[in-house]
């Protein structure tokens, strides 16, 4: 039987400011996804599964090894942690934990234990390579200091060649995230928004519009407009129900969903009265500034947009729930791309009042990508036992959603399967 890992780290509690990731590291110009309509996502979702790593076949095969269940969960949380503290991607992480997963894996019978943690922190160098941008790329002096002195520079490069040689210089780079961020960018299609024309438009109409405050917390606030306007007559007074200055160049959108937004951004020439109604019956607009809208998108497909902004606590809880699945070894048996759906699935019920809405979304990643919603499900079911489990150690976890008593039946009603 192996012993357990010593990890020997300067990351202490105190130096991590968050669960791992920058605010807005769910950043869809480093993702794959559709730029246009012509674009097929059948196709990138193909050319995808070609650069995954292949499932586990059986992870017993790390039991009483140097990567043991136990050695495993103590690494890649560390590597956690350290891309906390460096202040990296969500990318980043998941394709450090999958190059060390891959070569630790592979090396069972070549690599020793103490080497375990120096495997590790290369293979976050090299996943830095990849994904971050040059100012923020840890140098190699960092990678050093955050094993507290424990290995040398040239004991970093000799590892580095090392883990390159092993997968051929050639590395799997598409990881449960890339497909989290594919099926994100499917949801931003104008096909899954419920409205309708109103065949007789009163003169004077009812508009809400979405109200964000510093936090990012939502509020609506109610006015009156009359339907022979047009966006560009009553701007001044969405901006101030908006509490935003008033400027010319201000985007209007607006807003069809329940829990998840799907934005569709206005000319300014749009007349009140075209505006149709959304699926709960009402008009819901939201007006940001050009500045702000262009660190707030998270995909933008023609005139619809998914706004980050507008959508913070959904997409953070997919990076929390995407977390969850590196760190645990039970993932490892899975296509990234199943877990990917599970990711999804499990968020949107999670944040679900329209259950109803939830099922249409996931239903449609599951046609247009032909994911197994079965197993989607069976990842959801186990995702959730996981969440739960970490809940009182997740930073702010008091404004998270817990799951109910009732959740297994609303995700085999989401995904329209049953639990075995």
Known sequence: MSSDVAIVTTVSSDSVSRLFGPAGAMDFRSSPGMKDEYEDPKAIFNKMKQKDVKPLPDINILKGSIYSYKNRRIITRWLRDVCGAFNLRSTTLCLAVQLADAFIVGSLKQLELQKCQLAAVTALWIAAKFEEMDAD????????????????????????????SFFKWYLPHT??????????????????????????????VAVDVLVLDAQESRGWASIT???????????????????????????????????????????HSTLVKDLPLDGKGSRRLFVCSSSSQVTATFAERGSYVILRSINA????????????????????????????????????CLVSHNKDESKRLLEHVHKTLDISATQGLAVADLLTTKYKEALPTIREGNSLPRPGEDFRELLCYCFDRKLS
Request: hydrophobic share 45%.
């Open 175 to 204: 990881t449960v995230v890339n497909h989290v961020y594919l099926q994100l960018h499917l949801l931003n299609n104008p096909a899954l928004i419920d409205s309708t024309k109103e065949a007789v438009v009163p003169a004077a």
């Open 225 to 267: 407009l009359r339907s022979t306007q047009t966006l560009q007559d009553c701007l001044a007074q969405l901006c101030a129900a908006s509490r935003l200055l008033y400027s010319s160049s201000t985007s209007v959108f607006q807003l069809f969903g329940s829990d998840f937004f799907l934005a569709e951004r206005l000319p």
């Open 313 to 348: 606590g959904f997409l953070d809880l997919c990076d929390i729930l995407t977390q969850e699945v590196v760190t645990h070894v039970e993932f490892l048996r899975l296509y990234s791309y199943v877990t990917a759906f599970g990711v999804l699935g499990l968020a949107l």
């Open 137 to 164: 790329l840890p140098n190699l002096r960092k990678i050093v200091d955050v094993c507290d002195g424990a290995y040398a520079k040239e004991n970093i490069l000799l590892m580095e060649e090392r883990i390159l």
